[in-house]
């Protein structure tokens, strides 16, 4: 059953679920949202496109380990970053149960993406890995690991720089393109509610 799941959860499943995900936070924001909500989430999506901007300039996937950067303070930045802006999405139209739908779904979705991550990491870089996952934390941040520390893991310096050329090799634009998105669906959809609303329809 749990190879079942895995296997359901893995590919165009988590992509549809985000984009299912996206949809629903932005009919939400038709209903009007306090101030401190909407600006909290904006900046917690903010912070989380960031955070997967940065990470994405120390990532060679397959070819080394990426110790440099975000990936000193957690081994999933990526998925961190993602995380903070479902979240974000979700204050920003001040829905609760949006914000407890995104932190369970993904849980749910990314605990098993992360485990077989891991699995695969080990077999690929073997010892280095182990000795990483001793030092930095699965997906909550901690405070930066000091590089004298992780050069067991990989001691060749220029890992431990970001390069804008890996960055867009990465793709790492998707992320504060996506929140840009995020942020004019919201806003416009929130106008048409407020429009609605004047003329006796409020949601």
């Not at 101030?35 to 917690?44: E, F, H, M």
């Not at 110790?67 to 998925?79: I, K, S």
């Not at 930066?144 to 970001?162: G, M, S, T």
């Amino acid at each position: 059953m749990k190879q079942l799941y895995r296997n359901f959860i893995q590919g165009k499943t988590r992509v549809f679920v985000a984009w299912a995900f996206a949809g629903a936070t932005i009919v939400c924001a038709l209903h009007p949202a306090d101030k401190l909500w909407v600006l909290s989430g904006a900046l917690l999506a903010a912070l989380g496109a960031l955070l997967r901007f940065w990470a994405s300039g120390y990532v060679r996937k397959n070819e080394c380990l990426a110790v440099g950067g975000a990936y000193r303070m957690v081994r999933n930045p990526l998925y961190f970053g993602t995380f903070l802006m479902a979240l974000g999405g979700s204050c920003m139209v001040g829905n609760l149960v949006l914000v407890i739908a995104a932190t369970i779904l993904f849980g749910a979705i990314y605990h098993f993406v992360i485990l077989d991550e891991e699995v695969n990491l080990v077999t690929i870089f073997g010892r280095p890995y182990e000795e990483y996952c001793l030092l930095v934390p699965r997906f909550f941040p901690g405070m930066p690991i000091a590089i004298r520390k992780l050069v067991v893991v990989n001691a060749d310096p220029e890992y431990y720089l970001f390069s804008w050329g890996l960055a867009m090799q990465n793709k790492a634009y998707e992320a504060p393109a996506t929140c840009l998105g995020l942020f004019i669906a919201i806003a416009l959809m929130r106008a048409v509610g407020q429009y609605l609303c004047n003329y006796g329809h409020c949601f």
